[in-house]
């Protein structure tokens, strides 16, 4: 499994299903802070992702900055109908999606 789990939304609401103990799915609210803490939207894409030496696991890896923040997003995709977006893109659940 190089890019993680994907979960559906009845997971990640459950969270003793989805989380370890003492942990716990965030809110949006908690994202925007981490978002804001990664330098906004546009720098936040950047220090996030995560890099494995030479084996960039992003179709587009950025040439600086890349996992200052130890997060180490994975470009897992969405599962629709299809993948979408692996290797190129994450998404993730707070508790407030939908």
Known sequence: MAYGNLYQWSSAVNESKLCPVG?????ADEWAI?????????????TLKM??????QWAKP???????SGFSA???GI???DF?????A?????????
């Open 23 to 27: 942990w716990r799915v965030p809110t």
């Open 90 to 98: 994450s998404y993730w659940w707070t508790l407030d999606s939908r």
């Open 51 to 56: 890099v494995d030496g030479q084996n960039h």
């Open 79 to 81: 599962k629709s109908s």
């Open 34 to 46: 981490m978002i804001k803490e990664a330098g906004g939207e546009k720098d936040a894409i950047i």
């Open 62 to 68: 950025d040439a600086k900055n890349l996992n200052e």
């Open 74 to 76: 994975l470009p897992g």
């Open 84 to 88: 979408e977006d692996l290797g190129r």
